[in-house]
Structures are given as structure tokens and as C-alpha cells.
């Protein structure tokens, strides 16, 4: 099973930028797609965005991110990002990164099954 790790989490004010990392070891980094989630405590967990494997490199993104972030994968690096532009208070949370074995992503958290610890991101207004 591939372990993941977050960072590059943080305070930033509103309109500002930030690239999360999810470093991936255990498996083969190139053959999962790599979803990114948020949470807010008492909420139910928000997709993000989702790369798929290393073939199709197809990518979606949560409508209340589109057109703001982008999700990217090195796979020489066994490594996702999340560059994220144009940050806004809502946009304050707990981002995980997550791997679904499939290789072909989904907006649906129960599709995944390795998750990080996750990475704070509070955006000051």
C-alpha cells in the first residue's frame, strides 16, 4: 500500500498562492491517480482535484476550485502538487492528498484508499 505525506501547508491572506506537496513511498507512484480533499471541522470531506495515473493524465477539479488550482504529478519524483492561485478565505481547511488504485480518479472520497495526515491552509482575509 503506498504511504503519502502532505506539507507545504500555511497562512496566507486572501489573493495569495501556495503549492501543496503529497510525497508518495511503498508502491508504484505512476500507476494511482492522486486525489486532493479538504475538510473544515463538522463538514463532510469536499473533493479538490484528481490526477490520473501516469498514461492518461486526465484531471478534474471541484467546481469551487476551477480555473484557481491546478494539480500536477512528477513521477520521477513520486510526488502530486496542488498549486493553488487566488486563495480565499473559504478556501480554509485540512487538505489531504489520497490514492485510488484504479488509476483512473474520482471525485468520490470512498474511492480512495491511502490517505496522508493531512496539511493545514488558512487564508487570512
Known amino acids: 500500500q503506498v504511504q503519502l505525506v502532505e506539507s507545504g501547508g500555511g497562512l496566507v491572506q486572501a489573493g495569495g498562492s501556495l503549492r501543496l506537496s503529497c510525497a508518495a513511498s511503498?508502491?508504484?507512484?505512476?500507476?494511482?491517480?492522486i486525489g486532493w480533499f479538504r475538510q473544515v471541522t463538522g463538514k463532510e470531506r469536499e473533493f479538490v482535484a484528481c490526477i490520473s495515473w501516469s498514461g492518461g493524465r486526465s484531471t478534474y477539479y471541484g467546481d469551487s476550485v476551477k480555473g484557481r488550482f491546478t494539480i500536477s504529478r512528477d513521477n520521477t519524483k513520486n510526488t502530486a502538487y496542488l498549486q493553488m492561485r487566488s486563495l480565499k478565505p473559504e478556501d480554509t481547511a485540512v487538505y489531504y492528498c489520497?490514492?485510488?488504485?484504479?488509476?483512473?480518479?474520482?471525485?468520490?472520497?470512498?474511492?480512495?484508499?491511502?490517505w496522508g495526515q493531512g496539511t493545514q491552509v488558512t487564508v487570512s482575509s
Open positions: 511503498g508502491h508504484t507512484f505512476s500507476n494511482y491517480a
Open positions: 489520497a490514492a485510488e488504485i484504479s488509476g483512473l480518479g474520482s471525485k468520490n472520497p470512498t474511492d480512495f484508499h491511502s
